[in-house]
């Protein structure tokens, strides 16, 4: 009997097997089974992600189970205290994550350890905040962010607030790979346990706006703006609003969107990463004439933007907001006198270029990180003891960013507030948010950044991907379309070659990614998702002109797909 086929018996055979999951084991074909049982799910760069369902390559409510009971033993190798401070947990809309946000708590009590769970869906950036703020040990929020409503997900946060770097995850992992049975597992405590659960919501909500609200930089600009919201069913709608009101911004919600649906009923994705996620703000902007659409992912630590310009409505990219952010930030903090010594802006191997030269022309000094706000969190954590540098911004190409570090994750309703101060700002001036995008453009180079995602599921999918790794590793290209490659860097393998010189790249923990520099001050990177079943085409692409980026970008995407299918 194979392995898969072994697991499969267990589970379908299992005396302790929920029971909602028996019929759906029973009525697989061998495709589905396969799928779910031929592997363990696994901790990726935003923690635990994957298909609701049965099995052991699924989130139900076991193999959740297995992951708490080993972050409880490790809470408990951790000491008495650790199990006293606690763990924050908080959820989104998504199917189960409410009973699974509670099923830990309840495991965790019957391990006598604290928890502090919210009354009801919260954004990921305030469960963050709520560690910190309560003091708790760590912290586990149950979202699958962006992902598609098949899905959910299971984050887990240090003291810090931050998710587990890879040498913190790996002691949670090696506790969770020591547990044999998942379905041996229950969360039944007992009352006098069960008083070592506290739930939790406004008066952490109370202090998390105000902190939010802290942010502003020139709180008492002009607000004659209007702006289209939407929450995309998810947790933002709360939080954003909220500030909004505050602040005395004019937002616009988009009501079909803001009802905490886990179906995601009346969008087409909730990932603002892709076009459907703006269809429905984008018919409000125009009934509303509106200045500003903002568009959060279901667990409010991403924000997509759409900007009112020349009559017609121009959805930007993570890398073009996140630079926009930078400009606003870091002139207003200069013009201000406020902008600390040593100052550091965060972003990741595969942001755009441009930010960080945004940043350069303020004397702000960049510092990369691997894919994965943790790493940013982890570099936030190290200068906050060592004070050796000061903390100005941080963001990654997709749509993540962080204005002020007292949360450790990405933190929509904060880039919410502070692209609305922006727009507000720059109106008074007679720009907008693209006029400011292309003023970027003609001071520091014009760039097109794209991303092209090849979603390959399943145990093929997942070798097809190790397969177009492994081949662009064992075959490195010398030049991509025409346009030689003047240096690589490979992050598994830890080198970076310029020609036939090979030194070691330091800095950074191993991971799957691959970036090539090209001759024309362009770049290329591929990485497998860590949360998806993707492999990842970053391109940055430089030309003279808008028009020349664009070219050659459709040229270099064409180069990279016949380079990878061959």
């Known amino acids: 009997m194979s392995l898969t086929q072994e697991r499969y018996e267990k589970w379908v055979n299992h005396p302790n097997l929920d029971a909602r999951y028996k019929d759906v084991l029973e009525n697989m074909n061998e495709e589905e089974k396969n799928d779910a049982f031929y592997t363990l799910i696994e901790f990726g760069t935003a923690g635990m992600r994957g298909l609701l369902g049965p099995g052991t390559n699924r989130i139900n409510i076991h193999t959740i189970r297995k992951a708490t009971q080993g972050y409880a033993n490790y809470i408990i190798a951790a000491g008495k205290e650790a199990c006293e401070k606690g763990i924050a947990i908080g959820y989104d809309n998504r199917h189960m994550s409410r009973e699974l946000a509670f099923d830990c708590a309840d495991l965790l009590a019957k391990n006598n350890i604290r928890s502090y769970v919210f009354e009801s869906l919260r954004p990921t950036p305030e469960l963050s905040f709520a560690v910190r703020h309560l003091g708790c040990f760590g912290g586990i929020m149950i979202t699958a962010s962006h992902n598609p409503k098949e899905y959910n997900g299971y984050k887990l946060y240090d003291d810090k607030g931050c998710q587990l770097i890879p040498s913190l995850a790996a002691q949670v992992i090696d506790q969770v790979n020591a547990i044999e049975d998942e379905l041996a597992i229950d969360a039944n405590c007992t009352e006098e346990q069960k008083k070592l659960i506290t739930v939790i919501g406004k008066d952490v909500d109370e202090e998390y706006y105000k902190n939010v609200l802290s942010i502003q930089l020139n709180p008492d600009v002009n607000k004659d703006i209007k702006i289209v919201f939407s929450p995309e069913h998810g947790t933002a709608n709360i939080p954003v609003q909220e500030v909004y009101k505050r602040a005395g911004y004019t937002c616009i919600p988009v009501e079909e969107q803001c009802t905490p649906d886990p179906d995601f009923s009346n969008t087409p994705t909730p990932n603002p990463e892709q076009p459907g996620a703006y269809e429905l703000a984008l018919e409000y902007a125009k009934k509303n004439d509106a200045d500003l659409i903002l568009v959060c992912d279901p667990d409010a630590d991403r924000m997509g933007v759409g900007v009112k310009h020349n009559g017609e409505y121009v959805v930007l990219t993570g890398n073009q907001s996140g630079s926009v952010e930078i400009e606003y930030i870091c002139s207003q903090l200069t013009k201000q006198n406020k902008m600390p010594e040593n100052p550091v802006m965060f972003n990741t191997v595969v942001t755009s270029d441009l930010g960080e030269k945004v940043a350069a022309d303020y004397g702000v000094t960049t510092e990369k990180t691997l894919t994965g706000f943790k790493f940013i969190g982890e570099k936030v954590a190290k200068y906050e003891v060592t004070h050796e540098k000061n903390y100005v911004f941080g963001y990654e190409e997709s749509y993540g960013s962080l204005i002020k570090p007292f949360v450790r994750d990405k933190d929509a309703p904060q880039a919410c507030l502070m692209l609305a101060e922006a727009c507000a700002y720059y109106k008074q001036e007679g720009k907008d948010l693209v006029d400011v995008l292309d003023s970027l453009y003609d001071r520091h180079g014009t760039y097109e950044e794209s991303q092209v995602a090849l979603t390959l599921s399943g145990e093929a999918g997942a070798n097809r991907i190790k397969e177009i790794l492994a081949n662009l590793r064992k075959d490195s290209?010398?030049?991509?379309?025409?346009?030689?490659?003047?240096?690589?860097?490979?992050?598994?393998?830890?080198?970076?070659?310029?020609?036939?010189?090979?030194?070691?790249?330091?800095?950074?923990?191993?991971?799957?990614?691959?970036?090539?520099?090209?001759?024309?001050?362009?770049?290329?990177?591929?990485?497998?998702?860590g949360t998806e079943p993707k492999c990842k085409f970053y391109y940055c692409i430089k030309g003279a002109s808008k028009e020349d980026a664009h070219n050659k970008t459709v040229h270099f995407q064409q180069a990279m797909k016949e380079l990878t299918q061959s």
């Not at 346009?483 to 950074?508: A, H, N, P, Q, R």
């Open 477 to 529: 290209p010398a030049e991509i379309g025409g346009t030689k490659v003047v240096k690589s860097e490979d992050y598994k393998e830890c080198v970076i070659k310029e020609g036939d010189k090979v030194t070691e790249l330091t800095g950074f923990t191993k991971s799957d990614v691959l970036k090539y520099y090209l001759e024309d001050g362009s770049w290329i990177a591929v990485r497998p998702s």
